[in-house]
């Protein structure tokens, strides 16, 4: 049973057609890196995962349920850009993840529970490197950390789901290796589903454990926007780590926990 | 050198800053003392000894009919107005932004309607107001909030606006609901950028309640220029133009200060 059907997808703007008849099944725990050509509709594929949009035809299940038609707390999200807020320091960047589900009138914690949000904000933090810059303001962070930020902001709420929008898209290449060591650490950690739009070829070969190309099967040069773009190459990847999950997920679930970190 | 790459050195700026205030005394002063040297009973423009004695009269000196120290009655009296005026519009303006710009729902009637409320010249519908409120305090307060607020309410909408769309998903992203997410996402946002506004409107709000003053009011600085107009004593509304300019100008670097003291990161995020 798969963790996420895509069924029968069709999203289109007035006449412009951007996705079409787009059919998926994605295992939980996957890693999928979306590839395609500028305005092939992969980004708008993340946005129906996120609820941001909702397709013209066609549904998408979670778990066998169809997807709530808005952002919410199962799905994280990192942009390319303004994924943090400026006027929070790195610490309440974070810990407003805790805070804000557990506080529907006034949306903070105060006393002990605000205390033990930001421990638990300060532990996510260390894990993803920025412990030295709690009490820093995320605009005074560097782009790569920023993203780092973002990461912690999506980890801190364990989604189900991780969505990435070209999230290293604007950070220089040495920097972005370190964030790929980062994110394949904390993806071998947790058992969650990645989808990651890119535009960098070899950063969708050497993450995904499963590479989801986008592009137009038919195209009218008379009539650009007449037909929509689908999955034209769907190929499996890095077969050594999706093997690594499978095996752990077939083992019974109380060792499986303990063996995941492990791995 | 061309003239745009020539700039003013460490030292030449402040004389720079000078000048041309100095330029304007000077102009004043010798035109004073031209006239007086023809008459000196010349009401129009008084000397610098003739405006501390008149300053020296209102504000350290009891009224011979009241008691009161007119100067910083009037004093007291324009601010309380003023300060209550500014207060009510901004927290009305503040609501109406946030609630037009971040709320697509309220958006669209109140949108357009604060567009054309906008363009109520505030001073035409002075009547009404005295009319409806009566000739007391309230009419004069209600002058400068229904002269700004929709002026601010406009400028946060638009602010509401220009907050990136991908902040507000990803505060969903992290359980916020619709007031939450206001609460702690839009409004410590928007805070810096009323403070701006507010700067930006602090001259209409004055003329607003000089307009109010001199038509219906028993004190305030408006109400003693136009009362002294009568008697053509410059000598009064020179120092009192002065005071209002002094007021105005503290309270543009106070709102300032304010800005860079409560929303440090303000600066930084604009980058």
């Keep these: ?263 | 050198m061309r003239l745009i790459n020539r700039h003013p050195d460490r030292a030449g700026r402040p004389l720079l800053v000078l000048l041309p205030f100095a330029l304007l005394l000077f102009a004043y002063f010798s035109g004073s003392a031209a006239r007086l040297a023809d008459n000196p009973n010349d009401k129009l423009l008084p000397s610098a000894t003739q405006m501390v004695a008149a300053v020296d009269r209102l504000a350290f000196t009891p009224d011979k009919r009241s008691g009161d120290y007119l100067f910083w009655k009037d004093t007291g009296a324009s601010l309380a107005r003023l300060g209550m005026g500014i207060g009510i519009a901004a927290l009305v303006g503040l609501g109406l932004g946030i609630a037009a710009g971040s709320l697509p729902l309220l958006g669209a009637p109140l949108s357009p309607l604060l567009t054309v409320l906008s363009m109520v010249p505030p001073l035409a519908i002075l009547p009404i107001l005295f009319i409806v409120f009566g000739l007391g305090e309230l009419a004069k307060v209600m002058l400068i909030v229904l002269g700004i607020t929709p002026v601010l309410a406009r400028d946060l909408e638009q602010r509401a606006r220009e907050i990136p769309v991908e902040l507000l998903i990803k505060a969903q992203t992290l359980g916020a609901n619709t007031w939450t997410l206001i609460l702690r996402v839009v409004l410590p946002q928007l805070l810096p950028r009323l403070l701006i506004a507010l700067r930006l409107v602090l001259g209409s709000a004055w003329l607003f309640l000089i307009a109010a003053e001199a038509i219906a009011a028993t004190d305030g600085l408006g109400y003693r220029i136009f009362l002294v107009r009568r008697y053509m004593a410059m000598d009064v509304i020179l120092p009192y133009v002065l005071w209002i300019t002094l007021l105005a100008w503290l309270m543009d670097l106070g709102l300032r200060q304010l800005t860079r003291l409560a929303f440090p990161w303000y600066e930084g995020a604009k980058a």
């Excluded at chain 1, 790569?144 to 604007?170: C, N, S, T, Y």
């Design chain 1, 1 to 263: 049973m798969s963790f996420i059907s895509v069924k029968n997808i069709w999203q289109e703007y007035g006449d412009q057609v951007v996705l079409e008849r787009l059919n998926l099944n994605i295992r939980e725990g996957e890693f999928c890196t979306l590839v395609g050509a500028s305005g092939c509709g992969k980004s708008t594929f993340l946005r129906l995962l996120l609820g941001q949009e909702r397709p013209s035809r066609g549904e998408i299940l979670l778990d066998g349920q169809p997807l709530a038609g808005e952002p919410d707390a199962s799905r994280g999200i990192v942009f390319q850009r303004y994924s943090v807020f400026p006027h929070l320091s790195v610490l309440d960047n974070v810990a407003l993840g805790l805070e804000l589900p557990r506080t529907p009138l006034l949306g903070r914690l105060f006393g002990s529970a605000k205390r033990e949000a930001r421990e638990q904000a300060a532990e996510t933090l260390k894990r993803v490197g920025l412990g030295h810059a709690l009490d820093k303001y995320a605009t005074q962070l560097s782009g790569g950390m920023q993203q780092r930020l973002a990461i912690a902001q999506a980890l801190v709420m364990k989604p189900r789901v991780l969505l990435l929008d070209e999230p290293f898209g604007a950070l220089d290449p040495g920097i972005r290796k370190d964030m790929h060591a980062l994110l394949l650490e904390l993806w071998r950690e947790t058992n969650l589903t990645v989808f990651m739009v890119t535009h960098d070829l070899s950063e969708g070969f050497s993450l995904g454990t499963r590479l989801l190309v986008f592009d137009k099967v038919r195209v009218d040069p008379h009539a650009p926007n007449a037909y929509g773009a689908r999955v034209t190459y769907d190929i499996p990847l890095n077969s050594d780590r999706r093997a690594a999950r499978a095996a752990v997920d077939a083992l019974p679930a109380h060792i499986g926990a303990g063996l995941q970190s492990a791995l």
